[in-house]
């Protein structure tokens, strides 16, 4: 069947700045929100624009994350004519093929997105919390007959140059890129979703990795080549809420902002759903000797100490005596008496004995996944 | 070929006068139970968790929009899957058939040699319990019975006068069987048949062509006092839910964490519909005390002793003590609720009272507005 637009997602990336989280698992893998994986933004991006078709690239660890996406029912992607392909290198005749970069995950995968023959190429990373209609993306995408559309957002000046910079004309047309400048000339920052004609994104690919041009990335080489060969390169202009959770700091962040419905993703928006695969647990048991203030809790968590402004994931059990304050505790993990815990991310399945402190007032403090703390040999 | 072992009919032939108005457009089996499941989850957890995939359900014919808007596909217990098997069947086809001169039970003796399983388990849908059906089976087994039946030994203030008490022989096989209002001798405790069974398929084919029976349940309950029977004595959690008060309190037997951690923490999991929603937020002046709540609801006042369901609002000021809220329900700021079942899809006005008594218990009907104050008891 014909598509007009198909997704693919970039999820082979470590996130080695989010450290521990990342061990054993891929970025846009790691939980967000309580309820959620950073990925299902993007993913329920797709659905709600009306994209059914989306393949994901995988690489880094990629267990945990072909394990959430599955055949993509979460996500009502297991329709007719619909689907979630996870895409992960493989070898053939001339070797082995691990993903080099963004533009050459792509090259790479040319056979899946051809078998999906779309007009359109959506490039998406899956490591961003925010809602965005693509639909509209593709509109504009159209009405300027681009060969390339680069989502923008604007940032405040002074963070400018952590980004890839779109210097635009009074068309909005994309005139120069700048990667990280240290001087920026605008603040419209690339948020990493393009819309390609697929056709010439193919023969710009195919070309370069003939000839041994470099084509590696897309921030690096296919976008300045776009821009050099005067190809019609044009901004969408995006103003609602994004954020790069790539970093300690930025996903507690993230966090912190999400609790109390301040950020402006309207998370209980109906009309506009994050799905995602939710586990089978009882309902959350809040018991007489605890108080929950702020926060956000889900099901199957046992809730026996104090937790204030902080997010309680799935199956998460804290006993009584026990301090929660600004922090983020991720699914399946067990917290014992009087235990302290202020600015942290505890990671998923992660046991902490009776009485231990883990306090991020400093520096947000981090417990990577699986590991135990403070528990006796003697300890159940 | 391995075929599957066992086979399953779940039933619902208990409906109670008692339970309305929460029954008027549901069957018993889709009354929720403790925020996010419905009571039918436990008899079908039971069957998916012990490997059974054929499974035959019989419903009646004005309530089945609540059975298949919970069940769907079937996708959460895996019954949408390639050699699984749902089959739906009313009951009043069973009673036209009759009426025609046809065998009433034809369509579950087709099901029955279709599922090609030895076993047959029959299950009810007014029990509340997580039952392994593989432990009852190796004792059908070891027994060489005809057909297995469990019970609990409960408390006669938890029984209904329809339920069936079993008496038992010295070796465990079944002497008779009553209701339980027939029963002439009184004593605390009872066996009371948790209307599960597991029979030989063959049998029961064999038997149902000769039979004139329009209840299942019946049928079998005769028949067990006279064939190579015997007994299983469940021993976890169970909650016999046959009119408000008895619902209300298996609802709030949950807050006692053995009940809660026996009933829904035990190795076989207890599966019910997904739903995509929110993590419960609670506001900086919300209050909650030993209560258990769903996910998506918005808590910003009061809770405790309480039981709420996915996405209920409780807003500013609000009290919510010793109630159930039974989903998507808007409770107006300031507003108080106690020791009552309110149905999905309520609005209460801020500052309404409704205000219930522990023998006197409060119900509010679904998609209802409550404008005004509801007073009960004295």
Redo the contacts between chains.
């Keep these: 069947m014909k598509n007009e637009m198909i997704a693919v997602i970039l999820a082979g990336g470590q996130g080695s700045r989010l450290k521990d989280l990342t061990k054993d698992s891929a970025k846009p893998a790691v939980p967000f929100?309580?309820?959620y994986r950073i990925i299902d933004f993007t993913l329920s991006n797709c659905v709600n624009s009306g994209i059914y078709n989306i393949g994901v690239i995988t690489q880094y660890q990629p267990l945990t994350l072909n394990n959430h996406i599955g055949n993509g029912?979460?996500w009502g992607l297991d329709h007719l004519d619909s689907g979630v392909t996870i895409l992960q290198p493989y070898s053939n005749k001339e070797g082995s093929k691990w993903f080099e970069g963004t533009a050459h995950a792509i090259y790479q995968n040319i056979d899946y997105i051809d078998s999906m023959d779309p007009e359109y190429l959506l490039v998406l990373s899956g490591d961003h919390i925010y809602k965005m209609d693509y639909d509209q993306m593709l509109q504009t995408h159209k009405e300027k007959k681009a060969a390339l559309t680069v989502a923008v957002i604007d940032v405040p000046w002074d963070e400018a140059s952590r980004f890839g910079i779109m210097n635009t004309d009074e068309n909005n047309r994309i005139i120069e890129f700048e990667e990280k400048p240290a001087h920026p000339k605008s603040n419209h920052a690339s948020m990493g979703i393009y819309i390609f004609n697929w056709q010439r994104l193919r023969s710009v690919l195919v070309n370069a990795f003939t000839k041994e041009v470099p084509m590696i990335d897309f921030g690096k080489n296919v976008i300045p080549f776009y821009i050099k060969s005067g190809d019609n390169v044009f901004a969408h202009n995006f103003s609602g809420y994004w954020k790069d959770v790539g970093t300690i700091q930025s996903l507690w962040e993230a966090n912190m902002e999400f609790?109390?419905?301040q950020d402006g993703l309207n998370?209980?928006d109906r009309s506009w759903?994050?799905?995602?695969k939710?586990p089978?647990a009882?309902?959350?048991?809040?018991?007489?000797t605890?108080?929950?203030?702020?926060?956000?809790?889900?099901?199957g968590c046992f809730v026996a100490g104090k937790?204030e402004h902080s997010?309680?994931s799935a199956n998460v059990q804290i006993k009584g005596g026990s301090l929660v304050k600004d922090s983020v505790i991720m699914p399946g993990t067990l917290i014992g008496k009087n235990v302290t815990i202020k600015r942290a991310i505890i990671g998923e399945n992660v046991t902490i004995g009776d009485n231990a402190v883990i306090d991020g007032t400093k520096e947000v403090a981090v417990v990577g996944n699986g590991e135990v703390i403070g528990v006796k040999p003697d300890e159940d | 070929m391995k075929t599957n072992k066992i086979c399953a009919i779940i039933g619902n032939e208990h409906e109670y006068a008692d339970l309305l108005p929460l029954t008027e457009n549901r069957p018993l089996s889709t009354l929720y139970f403790d925020c996010k499941y419905r009571i039918i989850d436990f008899a079908l957890s039971s069957v998916v968790n012990a490997n059974v995939r054929s499974v035959f359900m019989l419903v009646n014919e004005g309530r089945v929009k609540s059975i298949f808007d919970h069940l769907g596909g079937g996708r959460e217990w895996g019954l949408d899957s390639i050699g699984s098997y749902q089959y739906f069947s009313f009951y009043q086809d069973m009673v036209r058939k009759k009426a025609q001169g046809e065998l009433p039970v034809g369509d579950i003796i087709d099901f029955l040699k279709a599922a090609k399983a030895p076993y047959t388990v029959y299950l009810t849908n007014k029990f509340v319990c997580n039952l392994d059906l593989r432990a009852v089976l190796k004792i059908h087994q070891e027994q060489n019975n005809q057909m297995t039946a469990v019970f609990k030994r409960a408390a006669a203030n938890r029984i209904a006068p329809d339920d069936h008490i079993l008496t038992l022989k010295k070796d465990g096989t079944v002497k008779h069987v009553k209701e339980f209002r027939k029963m002439s001798s009184k004593t605390e405790v009872y066996n009371l048949s948790l209307g599960v069974f597991i029979v030989n398929t063959e049998w029961l084919i064999e038997q149902l062509q000769n039979s004139q029976t329009l209840s299942l349940e019946e049928f079998l309950f005769n028949s067990l006092p006279q064939i190579k029977s015997s007994t299983y004595e469940y021993t976890g959690y169970v909650s016999n839910i046959y009119d408000l008060p008895s619902y209300y309190q298996a609802n709030l037997d949950m807050l006692n964490s053995e009940n809660y951690n026996s009933l829904l923490f035990s190795s076989h999991k207890v599966i019910t519909r997904t739903k995509n929603e929110v993590a419960t937020y609670f506001s900086i002046a919300s209050d909650v005390q030993n209560s258990q709540i769903a996910t998506g609801c918005v808590i910003k006042g009061k809770v405790a002793n309480s039981l709420i369901s996915r996405r209920t609002l409780v807003d500013n000021g609000a009290v919510v003590d010793h109630a159930i809220i039974m989903g998507s329900t808007k409770i107006g700021a300031k507003s108080q609720i106690r020791y009552a079942l309110v149905d999905k899809d309520v609005t209460i006005d801020p500052g309404v009272k409704i205000i219930g008594q522990p023998d006197n218990l409060l119900v509010v009907k679904k998609n209802e507005h409550i404008t005004a104050n509801i007073h009960g008891g004295k």
Excluded: C, E, H, K
Aim: charged fraction near 20%.
């Design positions: 929100g309580g309820r029912a979460s609790i109390d419905d998370v209980r759903r994050v799905f995602s939710n089978i009882p309902p959350q048991f809040i018991t007489d605890a108080t929950v203030n702020a926060s956000m809790v889900v099901d937790i997010i309680l």
